[in-house]
């Protein structure tokens, strides 16, 4: 369950639950199914998340956040062996809406390493962005905090320096670039221009049909896929 | 699913989780339909919450935190409403590992009462009993924070104010008492002395036999219920 | 230096700091000497305190927050010992941008009494104002969080049911009402409704003159009183 | 006002205030006078720090925390502006007792830049050393978190390939060891291995005769300093 370059993240963050929540999870694991070639993601309130994992196969389930902890105290703690038993393979770390002390958030990617739980962690400056890419996270999003839930996305330039500066430091941390998006077409630009992966949450969840919008945006990943693939033929 | 007095809590806090923390709800909800007169609650780590209420029916499934916010934004937040369609009827708040801005538990108290989740608030003075029992709240923990972890019980006297602090000012607020229990004579003491409930974390996960002690305090529970009972008649 | 009703506060939060602070400190302060019947708080950046406390006389200089620990360790606490001897006689205790657990809170208004630095704590529904007026702060803020900083001020009825709900509780606790407060006339509006005290924020820092913005409304809490005074006679 | 190594830290935490610390700062500010090759700083609870300042001339004044703000709101906040006027020079950041999230330490100390407060910075591994490095603090604490306040230093090794690492990164940052120091030998031998600095609380806080212990550990730190100086003849 290795996360693939291109890949597409689903963040539903707390919008979505339940019944409507799973769907959505059906559907993106028969996406999953058909383009193995690509890696999606989908993350979900933390007591969804055994449920999406039951009822799917080729998604990967991702929780929204993890404290770095061993079993033991820790009442309300979000328990990193409690999420990998529910089948959680990806977490997401020190988004601006969930910060980690330094501390927390180095030990925090220490036990995903350990559990086998890839970590995807948030930076909100190529400064950030650099540092963290020390502590060899699985992925890197690179949003700049300014323009979460504005519809804007990053420039061309932002990417670019920001890809640099984290393959720069260590070339195998994939970077995700979600800043923004909010239709099929921003998906498609996102991953041209070079980022590893891409993901959205108001563009689908406030969509009229969340699925088909799931879709049209996973489906533009692979034709930056495909073209490639024409390409280098 | 209200929560009766007198009851049993099984707080497993982040020490087990997985098949382990299932085999002892199932023991859990075997007591719980016996004894349907108390009423047996049992937390659990977020994403075993599913699970456990999906193989029990008797048990109270319980969170050990929740974020009293709406469906939304809220990135890695423990979402009230993923809780309850999971199964979770009861939830701990404030507690000292997990302490929450006066403002969040209002509104979480508040969330709770709408979804029909019932609250179990911590205080850890009279003082704070006092303001707290002013937001009605369905259980009022009263523990001493300087005694958790400390294998010492509250004294008489201490248990005995808290309930007239309470009562005095709701007597519908039930009242937990769960300061150092590590045996089944400290819950009968515990009952005894006019706890409505009370409850056990290392106690149980760091016995030699779990599920036995587990019985045993629940039976200790119940043996007050016996004992007042025949009184009566 | 007690706070008596009615009473005005000026409250720079990080907006104001050094030479222009204390000037604005001088001038509360010579309106405190003329106005020996009322009462003038003002705070001020902590590095600022005791340079303001040893150029008044009259003021009641007022830190923004304090950790009610005794001294120890706390490596970048608020320490009440060191505010109380650098001058500092009133506190600010959870405002929205700075809450604290309701233990924090409990034991900081306990290091208040003991110490003799009168506590201002902040409640932002009625909810909440009545639970705290439990613990006897000397002042409420009620200061419903949504109008922080828009320029709305609380209406009649809010105001009524807030001084209702706290002196209920307790008489002499003192009701700030400060939303939204941008003018003299709101000055004047607030006190003339019942609050016994009121503030101001962007108000002041954003006048013209900051100076004789301040003075404007401190003469209209002093107008509130002579007409009341002279209506009694 | 540049820190110079080798340098010794009297860290006072929230021990001593008021007249007691004003006393510390007058002997520090001696010592620092008379050996002027040495940096001495001195940390102060936030109200302390501006008498201290204006008592001293030699000693870099320095705060316990500050926030990375600008000037605006932020009620309760350690406003770098305040500090710097009052005459801080320095300031500690992402203490264990004050962690920072990440974003909040990057922007704390491009603040510290802007200003001309020098930043120390506390990493509890050689993980979080090395990530840290790369933002360009003035000095980085490293101090295995486990060791605070136990009266064990950090042993050669840990001290070796800390110095490694950071300098490794940017040989420009000095490195403050401070783990355990509890007399003028620990002193000695912390600065001899190779620490650009070194520091103290309760060694000095709980002497019998503080000012005294303060001096032999300076003077300790003065002694490895003339040695190399005749070494290197």
Known sequence: ????????????????????????????????????????????????????????????????????????????????????????????????????????LVQAIRKGKELGIQTIVCADSLEEARSIALLKPDVLLCEPTELIGTGQTSDDDYIQKTNEAVKGIDPEILVLQAAGISSAEDVYRMIQMGADGTGCTSGITEADDPEETLEQMVMAVNQVYQERFEAEK
Chains 1, 2, 3, 4 share one sequence.
């Open 1 to 104: 369950m290795k996360i693939k370059s291109p890949f597409f993240c689903f963040n539903p963050k707390s919008y979505f639950y339940g019944e409507k929540l799973l769907a959505l999870a059906k559907k993106a694991d028969e996406l999953a199914e058909k383009l193995p070639h690509l890696s999606v993601l989908m993350t979900a309130p933390y007591a969804d998340l055994s449920t999406i994992a039951n009822n799917t196969k080729h998604l990967i389930v991702t929780a929204q956040h993890m404290d770095g902890i061993d079993p033991g105290r820790g009442m309300g703690a979000v328990l990193p062996e409690s999420l990998y038993q529910a089948g959680v393979r990806a977490v997401f770390l020190n988004h601006a809406e969930h910060a980690m002390t330094f501390s927390e």
